[in-house]
């Protein structure tokens, strides 16, 4: 029994039973589903994929059970408190043919705050940072997936997916509020009496891609636009809170405007 328990399947089991029991709009579409990114040659096996009933909202998710009882997350900048844009990636098809294809910036619901620093207790500073490693292979496993189902399954003349990666935990989210002036250039330590909120969702934003995606042109006027292409989201949800995100989850359509065209707004309108 010690064995199995330090496995993380019997968590990844308890969510899949939540979400068949309380996931309101969502099923579960696959169960440890193999992948395999041919950009960058990344396999390996998604945990869970879910889909609303709809069929145009998608969540590739890794169940993660830690014995780290905080995940804090550092929120320097008040802005950055309550986020609704997500990098999700999006399928626009019209008349048959394929009008858009790749990472986009749309809005959704819940907001919640966005940070890309992460501290997690005896940390090994060795090597790349844990949430950073599964957060970069779950942005890999997003983009197979939707390239496999992009190739292999008939979609009706007009349609619209959109693919979400979320990261759902044991781990209690915080967050850690400070500004940077009050940061110790003597011993980069902040203020004891610093805030801390333990927050139910964490939008994880930062460069997990090593590279722009397959396509950009280099010869960019500015050289963040080549930043902006590697940063992506990544939606890291308490589990004991991943029944009230599922229920609250919602795209805002008109995020949708700058990718798609009216004949296509419509439809999606109209789910």
Request: aromatic share 10%; proline share 4%.
């Amino acid at each position: 029994m010690k064995i199995v328990n330090q496995s993380g399947f019997p968590f990844q089991i308890a969510i899949r039973s939540l979400v068949e029991k309380h996931g309101g709009n969502w099923d579960v579409l696959f169960s440890e589903h193999s992948w395999v990114n041919h950009d960058n040659k990344q396999s390996g096996f998604i945990d869970l994929v879910l889909r609303d009933h709809g069929k145009t909202k998608t969540l590739v998710i890794e169940c993660k059970r830690t014995l780290d009882s905080s995940w804090i997350f550092l929120c320097p900048d008040s802005k950055q408190k309550e986020r609704r844009i997500c990098k999700s990636w999006l399928a626009v098809y019209n008349n048959t043919s394929q009008s858009y294809f790749g990472w986009a910036n749309l809005a959704l619901s819940p907001t919640s705050p966005q940070s890309e620093f992460c501290v997690v207790a005896n940390q090994d500073k060795t090597s790349r940072p844990m949430l950073e490693r599964t957060a970069s292979t779950l942005v890999s496993a997003t983009e197979g997936l939707a390239w496999e189902l992009n190739n292999h399954i008939d979609l009706p003349p007009t349609d619209t997916k959109m693919y979400f990666n979320v990261i759902v935990t044991n781990a209690r989210l915080q967050l850690c509020e400070f500004s940077p002036d009050d940061v110790s250039i003597h011993d980069g330590k902040i203020p004891e009496d610093s805030k801390m909120t333990e927050v139910p969702v964490v939008r994880f934003h930062k460069q997990f891609a090593v590279r722009p995606a397959p396509g950009l042109t280099y010869k960019v006027e500015d050289a963040k636009d080549i930043s902006s292409e590697k940063e992506n989201t990544v939606l890291v949800v308490n589990a004991e809170k991943f029944s009230d995100f599922l229920h609250d989850f919602e795209v805002d359509g008109s995020s949708l405007n700058n990718y798609v065209d009216a004949t296509t707004q419509a439809w999606v309108n109209n789910q």
